[in-house]
């Protein structure tokens, strides 16, 4: 099973997934004998590296996402930090 065919996200399938519904057009007695197999394998195939590739950007986003994160958070402890310590050698004077 395959998920849906005709979204934004498969647009560079467009043509392997029309040629399946023609396939699966010329009947269920053609489809039933294995006909449109090949084709079908093909869909798959290409709606996988479709979804790594969306895999991957989302991957990279959130790897950016995180990084510019953890330098804020060093940046917030290293001020507090700061802050901290003026206060400490504040209250020794």
């Known amino acids: 099973m395959h998920s849906h ?3 934004p996200y498969n ?6 997934m029309t040629a399946l519904d023609e ?3 010329r009947g269920f007695i053609y489809k039933a ?3 449109c ?3 079908k394998r093909d869909v798959n195939k ?3 590296a479709e979804r790594f590739e969306r895999a ?6 959130a790897r950016e996402t995180r990084k510019r994160i953890e330098k804020i958070w060093a940046e917030d402890k290293a001020f507090a930090k ?3 310590g003026a206060a400490g050698s504040e209250e020794k004077k």
């Open 5 to 7: 065919l005709h979204t």
């Open 11 to 16: 647009a560079n399938c467009e043509a392997i």
């Open 23 to 25: 396939c699966h057009a």
């Open 33 to 35: 004998l294995g006909n």
């Open 37 to 39: 197999n090949d084709v």
């Open 46 to 48: 290409c709606l996988a």
């Open 56 to 61: 991957k950007r989302n991957r990279n986003a």
């Open 82 to 84: 700061g802050f901290s």
